[in-house]
């Protein structure tokens, strides 16, 4: 049996809202396995985003472990999280969050430059990626020259940028149109099949219906884990 590629813990996470704690995430517990197309869905306030950002390593757990690859990301000091996020961790938001002043082809490639990838390798890997996401004939535009979809699919590349152990998504398809939501989801699940593991948080039934797995949550719980039936 194959080492989970992550393991999550008895995660816990307790804000504090001025005086009064909000238990966001209660004791949560479970393992993703390679190349696994999972979303989370559940209601707003349920956790998703708190559990997103313990497994990114942007906040740190009130309590317990994130195993990303077999190494315990939550027991990394301030000085490793971000060489640690950006070697194993690809993010993708709900409004791009792409340098608005950078081309395709610069957005992809900062990611590589904050990981020293050198200049070369970064240029032909970025140019790799935009033509993998249909985008070849795009690759010198800004993000304002770019439809919503268009400037998913570069931020999915710059994602996809250093390899990572997973992908986070929160709500990817949140502004886009149907037609585009589903370009995208096929995109991201093209990539799973590629042995590429990405996690989804989704409001849309659309979108969870064709990941292979669905947790959803339920007051910082998991209230259940399904496999897709027909998938
Ligand atoms: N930085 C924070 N400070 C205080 N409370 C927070 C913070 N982030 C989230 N919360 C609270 O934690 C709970 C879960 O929030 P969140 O993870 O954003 O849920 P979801 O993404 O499912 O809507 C909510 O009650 C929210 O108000
Ligand atoms: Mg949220």
Do not use: C, W
């Not at 998913?152 to 709500?171: C, G, T, W």
Request: charge should be positive.
């Amino acid at each position: 049996m194959n080492e989970p590629i992550l393991r999550v813990r008895g995660l816990s996470k307790t804000y504090m809202q001025g005086k009064i704690p909000v238990h966001a995430l209660r004791d949560v517990s479970f393992d993703v396995s390679k190349g696994e197309f999972l979303s989370i869905v559940g209601p707003s306030g349920s956790g998703k985003s708190t559990f997103l950002s313990m497994i990114g390593l942007l906040d740190k757990p009130t309590n317990g472990s994130v195993f990303i690859d077999g190494i315990e990301v939550t027991g990394a000091t301030d000085s490793d999280a971000p060489r640690i996020r950006r070697e194993k961790i690809g993010f993708v938001f709900q409004h791009f969050n792409l340098i608005p002043t950078l081309s395709a082809l610069e957005n992809v490639d900062l990611a590589m430059r904050f990981a020293r990838v050198p200049k070369t390798r970064r240029k032909e890997r970025a140019i790799e990626l935009l033509n993998k996401m249909g985008l070849s004939d795009r690759i010198n535009h800004k993000p304002s020259e770019l439809s919503g979809g268009e400037q998913q699919r570069v931020a999915i590349a710059r994602a996809m940028a250093n390899k990572p152990a997973i992908i986070l998504a929160d709500e990817p398809t949140g502004e886009v149109d149907t037609k585009t939501r589903d370009m995208i989801v096929e995109l991201l699940r093209g990539l799973s099949e590629n042995g590429q593991t990405i996690l989804i948080v989704t409001h849309d039934t659309a979108v969870s219906s064709r990941t292979k797995r669905v947790i959803r949550m339920l007051d910082g719980m998991i209230e259940s884990d399904t496999k897709v039936e027909g998938y």
